[in-house]
T-cell receptor
Framework: SQQGEEDPQALSIQEGENATMNCSYK?????LQWYRQNSGRGLVHLIL?????REKHSGRLRVTLDTSKKSSSLLITASRAADTASYFC??????????FGQGTELSVKP | AAGVIQSPRHLIKEKRETATLKCYPI?????VYWYQQGPGQDPQFLIS???????DKGSIPDRFSAQQFSDYHSELNMSSLELGDSALYFC??????????????FGEGSRLTVL
């Protein structure tokens, strides 16, 4: 497994705005997952996109994957204060363990 | 739905003491992962078990050991504790087959403070 690199490291927006965070990785993957972590809490799985998929939606979340550029993006639409959290991407390859980067710290102001 | 259970949720120890953390995976999950997250740090993979055998090893100190029992729960044993061991320790579980390409289910973590 490899580590994804999230960008930006921190993002501050107003409630109702969209939030976009990006993830880059180095080698080929089977899938890529996004997780959310509220401060001091466990990580929560948000969405998994497989290497043969280009886009996936789940509620207000939209994830894209560009395997040619080895990058993914997570879009949260109409953000809410409750979306304030750290967001991690985790490229998945052979084996079950996931390696997490430093994440994107999202702050949504009411 | 049942989630991953970790105990204790909070633990305070002195330097050089020993601590044991427990993890109870989601029923029917046979794979357990341990992560350590220091203050302001990203979660670091420590070790994992599949069907009671160690399946992968990360940056786990030699002072730490872990095992998975016949009922699939796992314990992380930490000896000669150091101040730098203060962290949130997460356990995650998955079903073996899905572990190759599936999601991990995390517990709420055990917060260890070493004084």
């Amino acid at each position: 497994s490899q580590q994804g690199e999230e960008d930006p490291q921190a993002l501050s927006i107003q409630e109702g705005e969209n939030a976009t965070m990006n993830c880059s990785y180095k080698t080929s993957i089977n899938n890529l997952q996004w997780y959310r972590q509220n401060s001091g809490r466990g990580l929560v799985h948000l969405i998994l996109i497989r290497s043969n998929e280009r886009e996936k939606h789940s509620g207000r979340l939209r994830v894209t994957l560009d395997t040619s550029k080895k990058s993914s993006s997570l879009l949260i639409t109409a953000s809410r204060a409750a979306d304030t959290a750290s967001y991690f991407c985790a490229p998945g390859g052979q084996g079950g363990k996931l390696i997490f980067g430093q994440g994107t710290e999202l702050s949504v102001k009411p | 739905a049942a989630g991953v259970i970790q105990s204790p949720r909070h633990l305070i120890k002195e330097k050089r003491e020993t601590a044991t953390l427990k993890c109870y995976p989601i029923p029917r999950h046979d794979t357990v992962y341990w992560y350590q997250q220091g203050p302001g740090q990203d979660p670091q993979f420590l070790i994992s078990f599949y069907e009671k055998m160690q399946s992968d090893k990360g940056s786990i100190p030699d002072r730490f050991s872990a095992q998975q029992f016949s009922d699939y729960h796992s314990e992380l044993n930490m000896s000669s504790l150091e101040l730098g061991d203060s962290a949130l320790y997460f356990c995650a579980s998955s079903w073996g087959r899905e572990a190759l390409s599936g999601e991990l289910f995390f517990g709420e973590g055990s917060r260890l403070t070493v004084l």
